[in-house]
Nanobody
């Protein structure tokens, strides 16, 4: 079982930056694929970014060039650096873990609120 805990959300003005963190429990963090997702009010949850165990990253088109996902396996933590934030980035942000043997994200955090004011 993996437990995930997000932090770093908050209120920021448009054009500002935030860094989200997701701390994971467990001894096999380095083997997990990790992802960030978000859900805005009245909308479905959407993919934001992911980083594989080997370090390969992928981003949604809407955040490409503005957001950066990274991981520190020694700290069992994945980060999402968000720059040039826009009001449409307002959402609850969730991190998720995909075990090496799974095709799905099996573990999810509780989420952290990000609000971008115009």
């Amino acid at each position: 079982q993996v437990q995930l805990a997000e932090s770093g959300g908050g209120l920021v003005q448009a054009g500002g930056s935030l860094r989200l963190s997701c701390a994971a429990s467990g001894r096999t963090f380095s083997t997990y694929g990790m992802g960030w997702f978000r859900q805005a009010p009245g909308k479905e949850r959407e993919f934001v970014a992911a980083i594989r165990s080997g370090g390969t990253t992928v981003y949604a088109d809407s955040v490409k060039g503005r957001f950066t996902i990274s991981r520190n396996n020694a700290k069992n933590t994945v980060y999402l650096q968000m720059n040039s934030l826009k009001p449409e980035d307002t959402a609850v942000y969730y991190c998720a873990a995909r075990p090496h043997e799974s095709k799905d994200y099996d573990y999810w955090g509780q989420g952290t609120q990000v609000t971008v004011s115009s």
